[in-house]
């Protein structure tokens, strides 16, 4: 009921598909159909689930979807944005420069066909390289069998986590990808952070770019431990193994 009337007042529907924050899988097809049904397109942002998940647009019925190079094993500042050729026709560019146009007059111009009247000027050529390897070499892999680790490792942390006495965990209790935040007694997240990276553990910690959930919550931060293909359950061993010993350092 609350996104009906959300959709009913709204022109445009940008969601997240896999939370940075919790973890969450959300279930974007229901809920592009339904925004659909109200005539709102929808965005979706895929940064944390391309590298992840099997992505079908067509299954999840979006107008657009995105996500970024740096997170799926690529280079830094290129990414990806699918869009309905429908609306990517009716939208005029943001940016002018060569390629972009067919006929340039004094009072008027012709741009080109989508989607080179969007990429203006010299392109990312060594960027778009390393991007198409970088998703070659994820297909080769596959993202189930990476799901599936996702999962094995997230489970696996929240399991181990729960025994500790007082720890807060944040996010669902099933079907989680591989993001798992919490917070310690006694110990801010950037503290925790801090002595876990001098231990040799990477921890995010912050409000993860998300400060109204987290308000919602009752929390300024968490700390967030991710995992990715590469991880093992000795790392896992090791973040807990770290988080004991941070705790028995803020208890004494």
Known sequence: ???DEQLARARLLSLTHISNTLGSVNPVA?????ARHSGVVTVVDAAQSAGHIPIDVSEIGCDFLAFSGHK??????IGVLYGQRKLLEAMPPYQSGGEMITKVEYRDAT??????KFE???????GAVGLHAALDYLDAIGRETIFEHDQRLANLTCEQLSKIGGIRLFGPSEGRSAVVSFVLPDAHALDLATMADQKGVALRAGHHCNQPLLAKLGVPATARASFYFYNTEAEVDRLIEVIHQVRKLVAS
């Open 1 to 3: 009921k609350w996104l």
């Open 30 to 34: 229901e809920i592009c159909a339904r």
């Open 72 to 77: 799926i094993c690529g280079p830094t500042g």
């Open 111 to 116: 741009f080109n066909i989508v989607p080179h």
């Open 120 to 126: 203006a000027g010299t392109p990312n050529v060594a």
